[in-house]
Protein backbone atom coordinates (compact mmCIF):
# COMPACT_ATOMS: atom_id res chain seq x y z
CA UNK A 1 0.00 0.00 0.00
CA UNK A 2 1.26 3.60 -0.87
CA UNK A 3 -0.39 6.86 1.05
CA UNK A 4 -0.51 10.33 -0.74
CA UNK A 5 -1.08 13.36 1.23
CA UNK A 6 -1.37 16.53 -0.43
CA UNK A 7 -1.03 20.23 -0.22
CA UNK A 8 -0.55 23.62 -2.42
CA UNK A 9 -4.24 24.32 -3.81
CA UNK A 10 -5.74 27.52 -3.37
CA UNK A 11 -7.51 29.91 -4.75
CA UNK A 12 -5.41 32.13 -7.40
CA UNK A 13 -6.31 34.89 -10.44
CA UNK A 14 -5.74 33.97 -13.88
CA UNK A 15 -2.36 34.47 -14.67
CA UNK A 16 -0.93 33.22 -11.53
CA UNK A 17 1.19 30.43 -9.74
CA UNK A 18 0.69 27.65 -7.64
CA UNK A 19 2.80 24.62 -6.97
CA UNK A 20 1.32 21.38 -5.67
CA UNK A 21 2.96 18.55 -3.72
CA UNK A 22 2.69 14.86 -2.75
CA UNK A 23 3.97 12.92 -0.51
CA UNK A 24 4.12 9.54 -0.42
CA UNK A 25 4.41 7.03 2.72
CA UNK A 26 4.33 2.86 2.64
CA UNK A 27 5.36 0.56 -0.32
CA UNK A 28 7.41 3.24 -1.72
CA UNK A 29 9.86 0.48 -2.84
CA UNK A 30 6.99 -0.17 -5.46
CA UNK A 31 6.27 3.14 -6.97
CA UNK A 32 6.95 3.40 -10.80
CA UNK A 33 4.87 6.38 -11.98
CA UNK A 34 3.56 9.47 -9.88
CA UNK A 35 1.63 12.44 -11.30
CA UNK A 36 -0.78 14.37 -10.98
CA UNK A 37 -4.67 14.31 -12.89
CA UNK A 38 -7.76 17.09 -12.20
CA UNK A 39 -11.12 16.85 -12.50
CA UNK A 40 -13.51 19.85 -13.25
CA UNK A 41 -17.08 20.49 -12.62
CA UNK A 42 -18.87 18.05 -14.85
CA UNK A 43 -15.96 16.44 -16.24
CA UNK A 44 -13.76 13.43 -16.74
CA UNK A 45 -10.48 13.03 -14.18
CA UNK A 46 -7.96 13.85 -16.77
CA UNK A 47 -4.07 13.25 -16.84
CA UNK A 48 -2.09 16.77 -16.07
CA UNK A 49 1.27 15.55 -15.93
CA UNK A 50 3.42 12.38 -15.02
CA UNK A 51 6.56 10.83 -14.28
CA UNK A 52 7.44 7.54 -15.94
CA UNK A 53 10.26 5.46 -14.04
CA UNK A 54 13.12 7.26 -14.23
CA UNK A 55 12.11 10.67 -15.72
CA UNK A 56 10.19 10.35 -18.68
CA UNK A 57 7.53 13.18 -18.51
CA UNK A 58 4.27 13.58 -20.27
CA UNK A 59 1.86 16.09 -20.39
CA UNK A 60 -1.39 17.01 -20.94
CA UNK A 61 -1.40 19.06 -24.48
CA UNK A 62 -3.52 21.75 -22.53
CA UNK A 63 -0.79 22.52 -19.56
CA UNK A 64 2.82 22.33 -21.85
CA UNK A 65 4.86 25.13 -21.43
CA UNK A 66 2.64 26.31 -18.61
CA UNK A 67 3.37 23.42 -15.79
CA UNK A 68 6.47 21.57 -15.07
CA UNK A 69 6.35 17.94 -12.92
CA UNK A 70 9.08 17.21 -10.40
CA UNK A 71 10.03 14.58 -8.66
CA UNK A 72 12.53 13.90 -5.46
CA UNK A 73 13.31 10.37 -5.33
CA UNK A 74 15.00 10.74 -1.88
CA UNK A 75 11.96 12.47 -0.02
CA UNK A 76 9.26 10.47 -2.13
CA UNK A 77 7.28 13.34 -3.04
CA UNK A 78 6.23 14.20 -6.79
CA UNK A 79 5.28 18.58 -7.20
CA UNK A 80 3.90 20.30 -9.83
CA UNK A 81 4.70 23.95 -10.97
CA UNK A 82 1.61 25.22 -12.49
CA UNK A 83 2.28 29.08 -14.00
CA UNK A 84 0.24 31.13 -16.37
CA UNK A 85 -2.84 29.62 -14.81
CA UNK A 86 -6.55 29.65 -16.22
CA UNK A 87 -9.57 29.48 -15.53
CA UNK A 88 -10.07 26.09 -17.61
CA UNK A 89 -7.48 24.72 -14.88
CA UNK A 90 -10.06 24.70 -12.21
CA UNK A 91 -10.73 21.45 -10.92
CA UNK A 92 -9.90 19.15 -7.95
CA UNK A 93 -6.49 18.17 -8.42
CA UNK A 94 -5.18 14.44 -7.48
CA UNK A 95 -2.12 12.75 -7.19
CA UNK A 96 -1.38 9.67 -8.01
CA UNK A 97 0.84 6.65 -8.25
CA UNK A 98 1.00 3.55 -10.05
CA UNK A 99 3.02 0.56 -8.74
CA UNK A 100 5.29 -1.99 -10.62
CA UNK A 101 2.41 -4.54 -9.63
CA UNK A 102 0.26 -2.58 -12.07
CA UNK A 103 -1.97 -1.01 -8.57
CA UNK A 104 -3.24 2.53 -8.59
CA UNK A 105 -3.13 4.93 -5.87
CA UNK A 106 -4.78 7.96 -4.79
CA UNK A 107 -4.85 11.03 -2.70
CA UNK A 108 -7.78 12.57 -0.97
CA UNK A 109 -7.54 15.84 -3.88
CA UNK A 110 -7.08 19.36 -3.72
CA UNK A 111 -8.69 22.26 -4.68
CA UNK A 112 -7.52 24.69 -7.56
CA UNK A 113 -9.58 27.84 -8.21
CA UNK A 114 -8.31 30.16 -11.29
CA UNK A 115 -10.87 33.16 -10.99
CA UNK A 116 -10.71 37.15 -10.59
Known amino acids: QVQLVESGGGLVQPGGSLRLSCAASGSIFSIYNMGWYRQGSGKQRELVARIIGVGSTNYADSVKGRFTISRDTAKNTVSLQMNSLKPEDTGVYYC??????????WGQGTQVTVSS
Open 96 to 105: HVGSRMGNNY
